[in-house]
C-alpha cells in the first residue's frame, strides 16, 4: 500500500493570502485526487490530478481558486490563493493504487483562515 | 450517476460487543469494488475491508466482515468484539472499473468503556 504524506500539517494563514500543501507519495501512481473535508463531516473532491495533463476539478472548484501542479508520478501540490474565512477546512490528498483501485489518503492538512 | 447512502450519522457500542453499520449504494454497473474506511479522531483514513462485486462470498479482516447483498445493493460492516481503538468515522465507499470513487456521508462510531 502506498504511503502518502502531506506538509503542511496544520497552517494559520490570514485572509488574501495563498497556501500551498505539497503531498508525497512513497512510490508511482497514475492517479491523485485532492479532497476538502469539513471536521465530522465526508469528503468533497475538488479535483484529480493526473501526471501530464492538467487536472479535473468537480462542480464548484476552479483552476483559478485551486491551481494544482502533478510535476511527476510521486507528487502533487494543491494552492488555495486569495484565501478567505470559508477556506478553513482539512485538505487531503489521496492516490490510487493496487488492482483494486483502492485510495490510500494522507494525514492530511488543517487549514484556518483568519 | 452512483450514489452511496449510511443511515447511521452516529451509533454506539459497548466495549467487547457487536456493532453492524449499515451502506446501501445505487448504481447500474455489474463490476465494482466496495470498501469501508476508517477516519480516527487524529484524521488519517484507512482502508479497512474491500470487496469485489463479482465476488459472493463476503470479505473477512480479522474482527471485520461484511455483509455483501448484491441485489440489494447493501454492504454493511460487521465489527466483532468491539475495541475502544475502533472510535471513529466510518465511510462506505463504491469505485467503478471506469475509477469513478464515491463516498458515503459517514457514521460516527463510539466504543464506550
Known amino acids: 500500500s502506498a504511503v502518502i504524506s502531506q506538509k503542511p500539517s496544520r497552517d494559520i494563514c490570514q485572509r488574501g493570502t495563498s497556501l500551498t500543501i505539497q503531498c508525497q507519495v512513497d512510490?508511482?501512481?497514475?492517479?491523485m485526487f485532492w479532497y476538502r473535508q469539513q471536521p465530522g463531516q465526508s469528503l468533497t473532491l475538488i479535483a484529480t490530478?493526473?501526471?501530464?495533463?492538467?487536472?479535473?476539478?468537480e462542480s464548484g472548484f476552479v483552476i483559478d481558486k485551486f491551481p494544482i501542479s502533478r510535476p511527476n508520478l510521486t507528487f502533487s501540490t494543491l494552492t488555495v490563493s486569495n484565501m478567505s474565512p470559508e477556506d478553513s477546512s482539512i485538505y487531503l490528498c489521496?492516490?490510487?493504487?493496487?488492482?483494486?483501485?483502492?485510495?490510500?489518503f494522507g494525514p492530511g492538512t488543517r487549514l484556518t483562515v483568519l | 450517476a452512483q450514489t452511496v447512502t449510511q443511515s447511521q450519522p452516529e451509533m454506539s457500542v459497548q466495549e467487547a460487543e457487536t456493532v453492524t453499520l449499515s451502506c446501501t449504494y445505487d448504481t447500474s454497473e455489474n463490476n465494482y469494488y466496495l470498501f469501508w474506511y476508517k477516519q480516527p479522531p487524529s484524521r488519517q483514513m484507512i482502508l479497512v475491508i474491500r470487496?469485489?462485486?463479482?465476488?459472493?462470498q463476503n470479505a473477512t479482516e480479522n474482527r471485520f466482515s461484511v455483509n455483501f447483498q448484491k441485489a440489494a445493493k447493501s454492504f454493511s460492516l460487521k465489527i466483532s468484539d468491539s475495541q475502544l481503538g475502533d472510535t471513529a468515522m466510518y465511510f462506505c465507499a463504491f469505485v467503478d472499473y471506469g475509477q469513478n470513487f464515491v463516498f458515503g456521508p459517514g457514521t460516527r462510531l463510539s466504543v464506550l468503556p
Open positions: 489521496s492516490a490510487l493504487q493496487g488492482y483494486y483501485n483502492e485510495q490510500f
Open positions: 470487496q469485489e462485486a463479482y465476488k459472493q
Open positions: 512510490s508511482q501512481v497514475t492517479m
Open positions: 490530478a493526473n501526471q501530464g495533463s492538467e487536472a479535473t476539478y
